[in-house]
T-cell receptor
Framework: GAVVSQHPSRVICKSGTSVKIECRSLDFQATTMFWYRQFPKQSLMLMAT?????????EQGVEKDKFLINHASLTLSTLTVTSAHPEDSSFYIC??????????FGSGTRLTVV | AQSVTQPDIHITVSEGASLELRCNYS??????LFWYVQSPGQGLQLLLKYFSGDTLVQGIKGFEAEFKRSQSSFNLRKPSVHWSDAAEYFC???????????FGKGTRLHILP
C-alpha cells in the first residue's frame, strides 16, 4: 500500500529559529500533498495544500510567511516553520493520495519550541 | 457550510462490549466518508471508507460503518471491543468541490478492563 514518510518525528528548537519538516511519498507520486496541524486533544486542521511545481494554497488564517511550503518534486513536500515561537509548538501531519480519493497520512512531527 | 460532527468527545466501554461512535456530516453533494484511528503521537490509519454502493461497509480490525443518507450519518460500530482499540477516532468527509478532507473533532475511546 501507499506509504507516506514524515521526518523528523520529533524536533525541539529554540525560539526564533526555523525548522523544516519533510513529507515523502515512498512508493507513489503525489502532485498534491496536504499539511495539517493538530493541537493537543483536538482535531486536524488543514493548513495548506501543497502543489507540485506551483505555489501552495493556504487555508484562511494560516500565515504564508510563517509556514513556508515547497513541493519541488512529485515525492517530496517540505514545511518550514520560520522564526518559530512557543505558540507554534504542535503536532504537524502531512498526507498524500496515490489513488483518488484515498489519502495516506504520515506519522506526524511533534514540534516543540523552547 | 460543510462540516463533520462527532457529538461524543469521550466514550468509555468495557472490554468485550459493543461500540458505536456517532458521526454526522453536512455536505450538499454525495459525500465520500471515512473513519480514521489515531494512537497517541501517531499519524492516522484508515479504518474504512464509503464512496458508493452498499451502505454498510466493512473495515479493518473488525469495524464496520453504516451510511444513512436520510440522517446524514456515518456511524462506526464494533461488536466487541478489545483493549487495543483504545485510541482517538476521527470521522472525515472528502469535499470534492474543494479537493480536501475535513475532519470531525474526534472521539476518544477508553476501554475498561
Amino acid at each position: 500500500g501507499a506509504v507516506v514518510s514524515q521526518h523528523p518525528s520529533r524536533v525541539i528548537c529554540k525560539s526564533g529559529t526555523s525548522v523544516k519538516i519533510e513529507c515523502r511519498s515512498l512508493d507513489f507520486q503525489a502532485t498534491t500533498m496536504f499539511w495539517y496541524r493538530q493541537f493537543p486533544k483536538q482535531s486536524l486542521m488543514l493548513m495548506a495544500t501543497s502543489n507540485e511545481g506551483s505555489k501552495a494554497t493556504y487555508e484562511q488564517g494560516v500565515e504564508k510567511d510563517k509556514f513556508l511550503i515547497n513541493h519541488a518534486s512529485l515525492t517530496l513536500s517540505t514545511l518550514t516553520v520560520t522564526s518559530a515561537h512557543p505558540e507554534d509548538s504542535s503536532f504537524y501531519i502531512c498526507s498524500a493520495s496515490d489513488r483518488f480519493p484515498l489519502y495516506t497520512f504520515g506519522s506526524g512531527t511533534r514540534l516543540t519550541v523552547v | 457550510a460543510q462540516s463533520v460532527t462527532q457529538p461524543d468527545i469521550h466514550i468509555t466501554v468495557s472490554e468485550g462490549a459493543s461500540l458505536e461512535l456517532r458521526c454526522n456530516y453536512s455536505y450538499g453533494a454525495t459525500p465520500y466518508l471515512f473513519w480514521y484511528v489515531q494512537s497517541p503521537g501517531q499519524g492516522l490509519q484508515l479504518l474504512l471508507k464509503y464512496f458508493s454502493g452498499d451502505t454498510l461497509v466493512q473495515g479493518i480490525k473488525g469495524f464496520e460503518a453504516e451510511f444513512k443518507r436520510s440522517q446524514s450519518s456515518f456511524n462506526l460500530r464494533k461488536p466487541s471491543v478489545h483493549w487495543s482499540d483504545a485510541a482517538e477516532y476521527f470521522c472525515a468527509v472528502y469535499m470534492n468541490r474543494d479537493d480536501k478532507i475535513i475532519f470531525g473533532k474526534g472521539t476518544r475511546l477508553h476501554i475498561l478492563p
